[in-house]
């Protein structure tokens, strides 16, 4: 259901809630860097829990041959947490993704071999259970 309010596909949106919306090019997705500062431009957000359409996963769509923290980028919720903090929302479903894409990063890494991004995974898992923010 996530995946829902991340795409941009499927949704009406008026033109000038993209004025200064910069999608980033040098990412595999950029769906779910860009589509919630979308959401805060909006002055009304209205959603029909209704199939209009059918999506299909081809294995030749970016969907369909990516891995899960591209689609799931951990910046991403990163600049929310910070934003939302800012403008005095509660970012508490926000932190619970946060380490749930954490652990992703984490698993991915060390299927890839990325000893760097695994040790920062790692650190930042620890720092929060430090602080019992948050636990596997």
Not at 38 to 54: F, G, T, W
Not at 61 to 82: C, F, K, M, W
Not at 93 to 112: G, P, T, V
Request: glycine content about 2%; overall charge positive; proline content about 3%.
């Amino acid at each position: 259901m996530s995946q829902v309010f991340v795409v941009p596909w499927g949704k009406l949106y008026r033109a000038s809630l993209f004025k200064n919306i910069v999608y980033p090019t040098d990412t595999k997705v950029e769906d779910d860097l860009t589509t919630w500062k979308v959401y805060l431009l909006a002055d009304k957000i209205s959603y029909q829990n209704e199939p209009s359409y059918v999506h299909r996963v081809m294995s030749e769509s970016v969907t369909g041959h990516v891995n899960q923290i591209d689609i799931y980028p951990l910046e991403a919720v990163t600049e929310r947490i910070a934003l939302l903090k800012l403008l005095g929302i509660d970012t508490t479903k926000e932190e619970k993704a946060y380490y749930w894409r954490l652990i992703l990063c984490r698993d991915n890494a060390l299927k890839e071999g990325n000893v760097i991004k695994y040790r920062d995974a790692l650190q930042k898992i620890a720092i929060l259970q430090k602080f019992h923010k948050m636990s596997n």
